[in-house]
């Protein structure tokens, strides 16, 4: 599933630049934790490219969602500094969202519920929900779905009872997490370019 939402993503996008790093990091299944970057181009061109020149020919209608797709794209390529720099400075729930995700990675819960409960409500919620309840085994649908939707607290509670365990379960919290950021990049990137 995740290799079916990466080629709608990229399919979706004419921007070049964002297209090629998506190329790069296809076959990048980031961790529960932060691991070394992936890939060192994708990660120069994105702390090095000014927005316009990243999304050309796009034109870049949001600038806090052009940076929280730069931030999206870093923390994917498991950079961890460049991404939280950029995603502290971005005062949407978007960046709240990014944010969140980077202080799971870290490990840090208590810094990611600060984030998740700063970002609200967020649309990209819903489509974690659908996925979880799609794709995962009915054991974490057990634990992470309530009857409100997705609760993003309680996933973090799972992910640091699992992390670095070696469970069986560790490989689906990837996925979900996985899809959650893509999600998350390409809501960021719709609303950059004002679609």
């Not at 060192?40 to 949001?62: H, I, Y």
């Not at 995603?87 to 949407?92: D, E, L, P, R």
């Not at 799609?134 to 640091?160: D, K, M, R, S």
Request: net charge negative; charged share 20%; aromatic share 10%.
């Amino acid at each position: 599933m995740i290799d079916r939402l990466i080629n709608d993503f990229s399919g979706s996008i004419k921007a070049k630049k964002i297209k090629n790093i998506i190329g790069d990091l296809r076959n990048h299944h980031p961790g529960l934790i932060f691991s070394k970057p992936y890939n060192r181009e994708a990660e120069e061109t994105l702390v090095s490219a000014d927005l316009a020149e990243l999304f050309q020919p796009e034109p870049v209608k949001n600038e806090n969602c052009a940076k929280a797709v730069v931030s999206g794209l870093l923390i994917w390529n498991d950079c961890e500094n460049e991404a939280h720099k950029i995603a502290q400075n971005i005062s949407t729930p978007e960046g709240s969202y990014f944010h969140a995700i980077i202080h799971r990675r870290e490990p840090d819960m208590l810094n990611s519920n600060y984030w998740f409960r700063k970002t609200g409500d967020h649309p990209v919620f819903s489509l974690v929900y659908d996925y979880v309840t799609q794709y995962a085994p009915e054991n974490i649908q057990q634990y992470l779905l309530t009857q409100n939707g997705w609760n993003p607290e309680l996933f973090n509670e799972l992910v640091e009872k699992t992390q670095n365990t070696g469970q069986p379960i560790e490989r689906d919290l990837m996925n979900i997490q996985h899809a959650e950021l893509l999600y998350l990049i390409a809501h960021s990137y719709r609303h950059t370019i004002g679609s």
